[in-house]
């Protein structure tokens, strides 16, 4: 078994079959895909706080490192920890364990506490977000969300998969005194690259493709994180 010590305000430290044994809401319906199955679910802790949990059985990713495979939340559980000593927000993670069944099946778990106050920004646009507090706020969340990118890509994380819907923002605050603040999700896919220009380039080009930036929100985007960054990306 691997795990990674639940918090003890949650629940039993390192109890694996605590959390299996926990049932809620399923916000990711299991889907099949790398050999086994993975899906999310809202749960609650002991208190009641409201946790996702990403339960998983036989899915796994092999690398030259772990040519047998090894269950993706491991390799989840790995970005998460690292980002955060980078400072880039990222969900707090709870519990990460993993244990093979009696038919050597892994069962995995990924818990970990739900962003308070944070939506999808595409969700944000959708509801006059940008309209609600004006443009000067808006471009304060576009250089917010370059400068969180150009972290982690300095840093040499990819993450692999990401989308307009893995960019969460909490705006607070009003008028000339609301902030925004940005959030990634869903490191499933995400790992280190050699460096940090091939890191940025594969996330920046794919980001572009996923996402519904007019021409003009793009290039304002480029332009701070270029700068964040400290050069220019080829191709953007």
Not at 35 to 62: F, P, W
Not at 101 to 106: L, S
Not at 182 to 189: H, M, N, P, Q, V
Request: hydrophobic share 35%; glycine share 10%.
């Amino acid at each position: 078994m691997v795990a990674q010590a639940a918090d003890s305000s949650i629940a039993p430290p390192g109890d694996f079959e605590y959390f299996w044994s926990q049932q809620g809401e399923w916000v990711e319906e299991p889907n099949v895909r790398r050999g086994g199955e993975s899906g999310v679910q809202r749960i609650k802790g002991k208190d009641g706080e409201l946790l996702y949990a990403k339960r998983q059985t036989g899915h796994i990713y092999r690398s030259w490192l772990h040519p047998f495979g090894r269950p993706t939340v491991l390799r989840e559980q790995d970005a998460l920890l690292a980002l955060t000593r980078l400072n880039v927000r990222v969900p707090q993670l709870v519990f990460c364990g993993a244990q093979r069944d009696p038919v050597h099946k892994w069962r995995a778990l990924l818990v970990t506490r739900a962003l308070e106050g944070f939506e999808e920004i595409q969700h944000w646009y959708a509801g006059g977000g940008r309209e609600r507090h004006g443009e000067a706020v808006h471009e304060q969340i576009l250089q917010t969300l370059a400068e969180t990118l150009a972290r982690m890509h300095k840093g040499r994380w990819q993450h692999g998969c990401i989308y307009i819907k893995h960019v969460f923002i909490r705006v607070t605050g009003e008028g000339e005194a609301a902030k925004g603040e940005i959030a990634l999700l869903d490191f499933e896919k995400c790992r280190q690259r050699l460096t940090a220009y091939s890191a940025a380039s594969h996330d920046m080009k794919q980001l572009r493709r996923h996402s519904s930036f007019s021409d003009a929100d793009w290039k304002k985007l480029v332009y701070f994180y270029e700068t964040a960054f400290g050069s220019a990306i080829k191709g953007l």
